[in-house]
């Protein structure tokens, strides 16, 4: 990253700081805080039974469900979900599973628009280049308004001023036209329950709404997303909504348990009224089973990239893919390999400790990446200058 973005990014993240500081410290906070930590660990732990209870809740709601083993599973079977439709535009919410699976690069492959719906990500889909996140719920926030200026300028062809409502108003117009005659809208889910068949989604700017009203609306989640109720789920998002906005509540909270449907005229059913005709929830492993558990606890609210010393010098380069700084380092061994965790950052971290103080659920990163150094190094992936002073205290009883 340019040094004027990591400023950009460190001045971002110092506004997030001021405006959680208010409110995370305040006794129901702790409270929700204390209720989300039982509910991540004991949903991981049970992880098998609410999985195969959530599928009979989404097919009970008439919600059809695949599951994919690997990304490539997971883009195969939205290849075939979408193939049946004429207008190649689909709208996409904000969502770090749908970048894991690299989902953007797969459909442009097979030459549909996939039109992003959030305004962080549609300015970094503009800029085409360099256009790695930075944080999960402020994927730009490495970019000033000069900068986002000239992306959209010379992006869409257009005169606009450095003014972010003036910003916000053209990209909104071109976003809405490009979806006019889409037909499928593609998102993640911040939370699933299990017993309900309900997949809650939490956003700002109403997007999702456009994504939902589609006629078909597929949901990609990691198996790692399943809670038990939907009261569960809506505490993962509220707590997710204070660490990473510093609100209290998020401004649209959608929770979807089936396709659109009226019974408005003699109770009788009818389907398709104004949103989607038909939903599918596709459950996501690409390596989630394997992972340790306390990686699995995480609600993607963002605070350990904000307080990380390591990200805040380097910026993304720390991470892997969407997820970012060390617990992304952490999940790329899963997702990936041992080479990709390697590469992602596995010996930036300084193991300080300050992304579990300022995590909500206190996931233990610093001894995660500590304990993969360890298994990193007996298959050969370590800093070289490491292995020499190894070498040299094996053979000369020094480092040197």
Known sequence: ???????????????????????????????LEKRVREIKKYSIENSKELYSHAIESFKRNGIDVEFAETKEDAI????????????KVIAKAKSNTLGEINLKDELANKKWDVVETDLGD??????????????????????????ITNIV???????????????????????????????????GANAIAS?????????????????????????VAGIDKIVP????????????????????????????????????????????????????????????????EECLWCIGCGNCVVHCPVYNAVGNEFGFNNYLGGRGVAMSKFIEDDET?????????TLCGLCTLNCPV????????ENMRKLSSEVGFYPKVHGKIKDNVSNNDSPY
Request: net charge negative.
């Open 1 to 31: 990253m340019k040094s004027s973005e990591l400023e950009t990014m460190r001045m971002s993240f110092n506004t997030v700081k001021s405006r959680s500081s208010e409110i995370k410290d305040s006794p129901q906070v702790k409270r």
């Open 76 to 87: 195969n079977i939205i290849f075939d979900l979408i193939d049946c439709y004429d207008n």
């Open 122 to 147: 549609r300015i970094l889909q503009l800029k085409k280049t360099d256009n790695k996140p930075v944080h999960p719920t402020g994927p730009a926030s490495h970019l000033n308004v000069s900068e």
């Open 153 to 187: 300028n010379d992006s869409l062809d257009s005169n606009v001023n450095p003014i972010p409502r003036e910003i916000m108003e053209l990209v909104r117009s071109d976003v809405l036209n490009r979806l006019e005659n889409a037909s499928v809208g593609i998102s």
């Open 195 to 219: 017993e309900e068949g309900s997949c809650v989604m939490v956003h700002n700017e109403g997007n999702i709404s456009l994504v939902s009203l589609k006629d078909l609306h597929i949901i």
């Open 229 to 292: 109720t939907l009261e569960d789920a809506i505490s993962v998002a509220k707590l997710e909504t204070v660490y990473a906005t510093g609100n209290y509540v998020t401004s649209y909270m959608n929770v979807i348990s089936g396709p659109s449907k009226t019974a408005d005229i003699e109770k009788k059913l009818l389907k398709n009224m104004y949103g989607a005709e038909r939903v599918v929830v596709i459950f996501l492993d690409n390596g989630r089973s394997s992972a340790s």
């Open 341 to 349: 965790c390697y590469e992602s950052g596995l010996y930036m971290c």
């Open 362 to 369: 206190a996931i233990p990163t610093n001894e995660i990446i």
